[in-house]
T-cell receptor
């Protein structure tokens, strides 16, 4: 059963530390999304890749966040330095229709990040 | 700009009854897709149902159906014969085909099904 794999599932770190979250999209999928979920803001788009090229990262704080796809099987989201306000659940999602309006996204289980 | 509005923070329903979760959207694009996702307490996001803006008929998937009223820009989710396992957060989302075609979510509705 194909699924999006995210690691780690949980991460507790101290303010100022670097955090790296990883995502393995479903094999053959050509779009990858990073979302952040908080109680206050809901689900916010951080980054969007199509065929490994970054298309939209307007929702991502550029000074501390970075997102990359070194290859088709790995997407990473880094926070450096991390801050308590970064505490949230970070979801990765992938799709197979290259950004079409009917493209269903498959979500990973998320990374629960706590920055102390 | 896209906007998704879910006006019901929480809904209660008794087991075996039907429930409607509201969703309105705002877009100037003629071509778009509407989605509903379920998020149980375990945290995963589960796709439920899709409706395209040009689809003539309302989408159905098992006990889920989408009441699509294009002129009113509403895409309400109807769950028939509610089950205890339906208790979860439900998110409405929209995607257009212009620009970067990203998926935008509403704030969600918490559904609680009681025995």
């Amino acid at each position: 059963d194909a699924r999006v794999t995210q690691t780690p599932r949980h991460k507790v770190t101290e303010m100022g530390q670097e955090v790296t979250m990883r995502c393995q999209p479903i094999l053959g999928h050509n779009t990858v999304f990073w979302y952040r979920q908080t109680m206050m803001q809901g689900l916010e788009l951080l980054a969007y890749f199509r065929n490994r090229a970054p298309l939209d990262d307007s929702g991502m704080p550029k000074d501390r966040f970075s997102a990359e796809m070194p290859d088709a099987t790995l997407a990473t989201l880094k926070i450096q330095p991390s801050e308590p306000r970064d505490s949230a659940v970070y979801f990765c999602a992938s799709g197979s229709k290259g950004g079409a309006a009917n493209e269903k996204l498959f979500f990973g289980s998320g990374t629960q990040l706590s920055v102390l | 700009a896209q906007k998704i509005t879910q006006t019901q923070p929480g809904m209660f329903v008794q087991e075996k009854e039907a429930v409607t979760l509201d969703c309105t959207y705002d877009t100037s694009d003629p071509s778009y897709g509407l989605f509903w996702y379920k998020q149980p307490s375990s945290g995963e996001m589960i796709f439920l149902i899709y409706q395209g803006s040009y689809d003539q008929q309302n989408a159905t998937e098992g006990r889920y159906s989408l009441n699509f009223q294009k002129a009113r820009k509403s895409a309400n989710l109807v769950i028939s014969a509610s089950q205890l396992g339906d208790s979860a957060m439900y998110f409405c989302a929209m995607r257009d085909v212009q620009g970067y075609s990203t998926l935008t979510f509403g704030k969600g509705t918490m559904l609680l099904v009681s025995p």
